[in-house]
């Protein structure tokens, strides 16, 4: 997480949290004169509503336009993290233990930076994967990102027919 990330984090969490929702990721793309600022959301007990990001971005808009934490132009986005959603730390990945998902690391390891499998757990700092038998332990430092792999909708609570 980038120093900015955290801030915003920091700033903007509280408010998200008072909406019964969780804050899973921030992120900044974009260009130097206009970028995008997205918030991805969660809830533990059911999917995400579109009612709640319309609520999380009228929310966090005031707070935004009163801290003015941004010095460029930037539009707000907020969104769900989606079915094969981005793990970008350790707690995201706990949940997901037996799960299939790919890792891309920040420098080679055996001579690849993108493994695939299935977590088998988080300790000591590291995800587990596991790849055709193999167990690999990848530090958190050493992850660039995860995300995960669906292979059956309905395990990770969606409907095969979508709604």
Same mark, same amino acid.
């Given at each position: 997480?980038?120093?900015?990330?955290?801030? *915003?984090?920091?700033?903007?969490?509280?408010?998200?949290?008072?909406?019964?929702?969780?804050?899973?990721?921030?992120?900044?793309?974009?260009?130097?004169?206009?970028?995008?600022?997205?918030?991805?959301?969660?809830?533990?007990?059911?999917?995400?509503?579109?009612?709640?990001?319309?609520?999380?971005?009228?929310? =966090?808009?005031?707070?935004?336009? $009163?801290?003015?934490?941004?010095?460029?132009? @930037?539009?707000? #986005?907020?969104s769900s993290p989606g079915?094969?959603?981005?793990?970008?730390?350790?707690?995201?990945?706990?949940?997901?233990?037996? @799960?299939?998902?790919?890792?891309?690391?920040? =420098?080679?390891?055996?001579?690849?930076?993108? @493994?695939?499998?299935?977590?088998?757990? =988080?300790?000591?700092?590291?995800?587990?994967?596991?790849?055709?038998?193999?167990?690999? #332990?990848?530090?958190?430092?050493?992850?660039?990102?995860?995300? *995960?792999? $669906?292979?059956?909708?309905?395990?990770?609570?969606?409907?095969?027919?979508?709604?």
């Amino acid at each position: 997480m980038t120093p900015k990330q955290h801030q *915003l984090t920091e700033l903007l969490q509280p408010s998200v949290v008072s909406l019964g929702l969780t804050l899973w990721a921030i992120e900044i793309v974009g260009r130097a004169n206009r970028s995008t600022l997205r918030l991805v959301i969660d809830h533990t007990e059911r999917l995400v509503t579109v009612e709640d990001c319309e609520a999380v971005s009228r929310q =966090v808009s005031r707070i935004l336009d $009163v801290n003015d934490p941004l010095p460029e132009r @930037y539009t707000l #986005e907020v969104s769900s993290p989606g079915i094969e959603r981005a793990l970008h730390r350790l707690e995201h990945f706990e949940p997901f233990v037996g @799960y299939q998902a790919k890792v891309k690391l920040k =420098v080679p390891f055996e001579g690849k930076k993108n @493994y695939s499998g299935v977590i088998v757990g =988080v300790e000591n700092q590291a995800v587990l994967l596991q790849q055709g038998g193999i167990e690999y #332990e990848f530090p958190a430092e050493q992850i660039e990102r995860g995300q *995960l792999v $669906v292979t059956d909708v309905e395990q990770v609570g969606g409907r095969r027919d979508g709604k």
